[in-house]
Each structure stands twice: as C-alpha cells, then as structure tokens.
C-alpha cells in the first residue's frame, strides 16, 4: 500500500523567502511522486513529477522538488516565495496507469 | 499539452434528483479514468477507476447504485450522482491517463455540486 504524509497543514512565509513544503511517502515499489498546485475554486495544476532518473526534479513557477530514497521524503522548495504562491498544495504519490493517493494538503500563505 | 475538459463546471440541483457529470480527455484516449472527490478544506479521494469498456472499480465507502460511471468510449466517461442528497454536494473531479504514456495522470476543472 501506498501512502503520502504532509507534515504542516499551514505555512506561512514572507514574500521572498524560502519555501518549504514536506512531504514524505510511503511505498513497497519505487513510486511516482507529484506535487500539485490548487488556487481556491479551481482544479489542481501539476507542478512536477518525479518517475525516474534524476533526483533532482524543476517544476514550473520556479519550484522544484528532490526525492530521496533514503529518506522517503520528496519535499517541494522555491527561493523566493511571490504573493501569487498563497494556494493549496498537494504531494501525491502513485505507480505507473493507477490512482494518484495524495497527502492531506499544505496551505501556504505568503504575507508581504 | 494533454486536455480534460469537465462539464458542467457548477450544477445545482433539488435533493432526491440526479445528476450527470462529463469527463473528456479532448487530444488523446484515456483507457483508464479515474473520479476524485473532494470535500471543502480536505484533499481529493478517491471514489472509482473507470476503465474503457467495462465496470468501474469503486472504493471502498462508495455506492456503486448512488454513484454510476459509465465509461463508453476512449474519451469520455461519465459519472451519474443519483438521488442527490446536501450531503452529496462536493467537488467532483475527475482525472485520465493517457493509454500511450501511463506516468502522469491530467486532471479536469472539476465540478461543484450543491444539492439543496
């Protein structure tokens, strides 16, 4: 079974600063691990995906991602935060053609 | 880049009436598709997987009588709330796979319903 932990249901940063989001996994066989991005009211827009290959993952809107095995974590990082960043994320974590099971949810707030 | 168009996007409806959701995948064929909902301040679950030419897979919790998919063509799948009841009302969304490339899975708009 697989499963998606997001540690922080609330974060908040100031404009400019970095932004960290955890999320960690759970998994019997290598997973596929997505961040998703969702603006209230509206559906979810992919940030990144990690299936394989390098570790090291970018996404759109400057974020990006690393998966460690190690670790089972696949944490979602910007420099900068913007304004326009305050939305709902979600981790999710999958295998190839089934269903994505995704974590509870982070909401970030960007105060300027 | 891969479409999901949803429709209707908001749908309001009496309690007791049923209600029909579409989910397209507009430039590719989806074999699987699968239905999400989502409750207000929670994360998406999931209710059923939808594959192309026979019955859906429902989750466990899921009323398969309540909750129809029909999943007639490549492009379309449709999930049927009947008998809508307040405690229906969510945001239902749905996502598909692309039966060439099965890593990423694309999301439609999703869907409001307000039974009242």
């Known amino acids: 079974a697989q499963s998606v932990t997001q540690l922080g249901s609330h974060v908040s940063v100031s404009e400019g600063a970095l932004v960290l989001l955890r999320c960690n996994y759970s998994s019997s066989v290598p997973p596929y691990l997505f961040w998703y991005v969702q603006y209230p009211n509206q559906g979810l827009q992919l940030l990144l995906k990690?299936?394989?290959?390098?570790?090291l993952v970018k996404g759109i809107n400057g974020f990006e991602a690393e998966f460690k095995k190690s670790e089972t974590s696949f944490h979602l990082t910007k420099p900068s935060a913007h304004m326009s960043d305050a939305a709902e994320y979600f981790c999710?974590?999958?295998?190839?053609?089934?269903?994505?099971?995704f974590g509870k949810g982070t909401t970030l707030s960007v105060s300027s | 880049g891969a479409v999901v168009s949803q429709h209707p996007s908001w749908v309001i409806c009496k309690s007791g009436t049923s209600v029909k959701i579409e989910c397209r995948s507009l430039d590719f064929q989806a074999t699987t598709m699968f239905w999400y909902r989502q409750f207000p301040k929670q994360s998406l679950m999931l209710m059923a997987t939808?594959?192309?030419?026979?019955?859906?897979?429902?989750e466990q919790g899921v009323e398969k009588d309540k909750f129809l998919i029909n999943h007639a063509s490549l492009t379309l799948s449709t999930l049927t709330v009947t008998s809508a009841h307040p405690e229906d009302s969510s945001f239902y969304i749905c996502?598909?796979?692309?039966?060439?490339?099965?890593?990423?899975?694309?999301f439609g708009p999703g869907t409001r319903l307000l039974v009242l």
């Open positions: 996502s598909a796979i692309d039966r060439g490339s099965k890593e990423t899975q694309y």
């Open positions: 939808s594959n192309e030419g026979s019955k859906a897979t429902y």
């Open positions: 990690y299936t394989t290959g390098a570790t």
């Open positions: 999710a974590v999958s295998q190839a053609g089934t269903a994505l099971i």
